[in-house]
């Protein structure tokens, strides 16, 4: 299994709609998960750090499942802008703020008019 | 407000050249790195720097050396570049614990 594994989509929606996209990661003793967008040879850029249950951020909900090991992104009211691969990062701790942060391959959102 | 600065933005090679890849950070974070991306593909880490003074080798370490000037700057360095080189480098900050990863605009390198 990998590490950390991501639907690569591409994900087509219409704008309006609301999507979801799952993450789930092997290691139980991660720390810490974030979520990035990353647009069309760009850098990636934080959308949401995950820390608890969950958090939302507009029309951004991120939510953690440590049982059965999956965070989850969902978008509400898609925009055309929302267009973008959307990476999910786990921190893995072996010590301290020591540890390795594992890169999810990234899901493909095209939203359409 | 700068964040992570990347120098070039742009840079074309021949097989064999060699050239520095620069990045500095002014966010006082610790950990610096170095990830490459290729066309479709996810990053890849090729070197990090835990701390001023220290770095270990990444996923994909092959062809580059790294120097971790002082706390601020990491450079990446290739000695003799090949055109399997030829991909978008982005150097990046912080990512310790419940710090998230702050990325440099990157930087687009070609070898032919």
């Known amino acids: 299994r990998k590490e950390v594994e991501q639907d690569p989509g591409p994900f087509n929606v219409p704008e309006g709609a609301t999507v979801a996209f799952n993450c789930t990661y092997s290691n139980s003793a991660s720390q810490s998960f974030f979520w990035y967008r990353q647009d069309c040879r760009k850098e990636p850029k934080l959308l949401m750090s995950v820390y608890s249950s969950g958090n939302e951020d507009g029309r951004f909900t991120a939510q953690l499942n440590r049982a059965s090991q999956y965070i989850s992104l969902l978008i509400r009211d898609s925009k055309l802008s929302d267009s973008a691969t959307y990476l999910c990062?786990?921190?893995?701790?072996?010590?301290?703020?020591?540890?390795?942060?594992?890169f999810g391959k990234g899901t493909k959102l095209s939203v359409k008019p | 407000n700068a964040g992570v600065t990347q120098t070039p933005k742009f840079q074309v090679l021949k097989t064999g050249q060699s050239m520095t890849l620069q990045c500095a950070q002014d966010?006082?974070?610790?950990?610096m790195y170095w990830y490459r991306q290729d066309p479709g593909m996810g990053l890849r880490l090729i070197y990090y720097?835990?701390?001023?003074?220290?770095?270990d080798k990444g996923e994909v370490p092959n062809g580059y050396n790294v120097s971790r000037l002082n706390k601020r700057e990491f450079s990446l360095r290739l000695e003799s570049a090949a055109p399997s080189q030829t991909s978008v480098y982005f150097c990046a900050s912080g990512g310790t614990g419940y710090s998230p990863l702050h990325f440099g605009n990157g930087t687009r390198l070609t070898v032919t």
């Open positions: 966010m006082n974070h610790n950990s």
């Open positions: 990062v786990v921190f893995m701790s072996y010590g301290g703020s020591q540890g390795n942060l594992i």
């Open positions: 720097s835990a701390s001023e003074g220290t770095t």
